[in-house]
Each structure stands twice: as structure tokens, then as C-alpha cells.
């Protein structure tokens, strides 16, 4: 790891104590130090925004960092942060269309897709299949019942709502 990216992490870290507004001037002084190229620095200023609550701020951030190029597992992060930042300017079907675009890249980020899946179709009342989602992520976590829960999963929109167009798990 390199030390900018050292130093932001440090920023993360100490986030609860800085506050807000300090995050994000912290996190904003340190992309002003990278060329303006770089996709790091909209992706953590997008970040900062975010963790604030400032999606609106946000979402261009997230979309400039992915134009330019952001790589590796920054690149999925920022698809699941942008996501989380749609459904809640109230855009959940274009969030889930982002999540499932990355999903077949996700590696050990597929939880946190999946989860933010679930959020996605909750929004949109599509309950069954967020519940579906969860479950189906959760299930490979289970000691014990892990096939007995992912195949129920999976019934909760396979067998109920088998006839209802668009409905998948």
C-alpha cells in the first residue's frame, strides 16, 4: 500500500472522532494531491460525501472515478457505493441494474452486492426477492442448514410469484 493511500485510510479510521465536514475536507486535501486523472481521488471525495449523507454530491463523483478508470476492487466498491447512493436519491431500479452489471466480478465483495441487492428490491416492494437475495448470501455463512435455507431462498420466488413476470432471485 502506498502512503497516500495510507494516509486516507488513516482519515477512515478516525472518522467517528473528526466528524463530517472534517472527513471530508481531510479526504478532499489529500485528492487534490493526486493528478487530475487519478480516479482515487473522486472515488474517496464521492466517499466522504456519501458517509455524510450528501449522495447528490456524491453520485458524480462515483461516476467520474469509474470514467476514469478506477480498477481492481476500488472499481466494485465504488459500483456498490454509487448503488447505495442511488436507491437512496430514490432510484432503486438503476442501483440494482449497477449491482447486477458488477455481481459477476464481486469476488469476496459478493455479500455486500448482494446485500445492497436486497435493499434495492426492498425499495422498489419487490420484498420476496430482497428476502430471497439476503438469504441466499447469508445461507453458505450457516454451520448448519446452509441447503435447507438456501433452497427456501430460493422458493421465495421461484414458487410464489412464478407467475409474475421479471422476477428472480
Known amino acids: 500500500m502506498d502512503d497516500w493511500q495510507a494516509r486516507v485510510d488513516a482519515v477512515w479510521d478516525a472518522a467517528s ?34 458517509a455524510a449523507g450528501l449522495e447528490a454530491d456524491a453520485e458524480p463523483r462515483y461516476r467520474r472515478a469509474l470514467g476514469l478508470g478506477l480498477a481492481g ?13 442511488l436507491r437512496n436519491l430514490g432510484r432503486p431500479r438503476e442501483a440494482l ?16 452486492v448482494a446485500a445492497f441487492r436486497a435493499l434495492a428490491l426492498a425499495s422498489l416492494g419487490e420484498a420476496d426477492a430482497a428476502a430471497s437475495v439476503a438469504l441466499v448470501a447469508l445461507a453458505p455463512h450457516l454451520p448448519q442448514y446452509r441447503r435447507a435455507v438456501d433452497a427456501y431462498a430460493r422458493d421465495l420466488v421461484v414458487a410464489p410469484q412464478a407467475d409474475t413476470p421479471g422476477r428472480t432471485a
Do not use: K, M, Y
Open 73 to 85: 476492487r476500488a472499481r466494485v466498491e465504488a459500483h456498490v457505493q454509487l448503488a447505495s447512493t
Open 97 to 112: 441494474g449497477l449491482l447486477d452489471a458488477i455481481a459477476p466480478e464481486a469476488g469476496d465483495l459478493a455479500d455486500p
Open 17 to 50: 472522532e473528526l466528524g463530517e465536514q472534517q472527513v471530508i475536507e481531510r479526504i478532499d486535501a489529500l485528492a487534490a494531491e493526486l493528478p487530475a486523472g487519478d480516479p482515487r481521488g473522486p472515488f474517496e471525495t464521492a466517499g466522504a460525501r456519501d
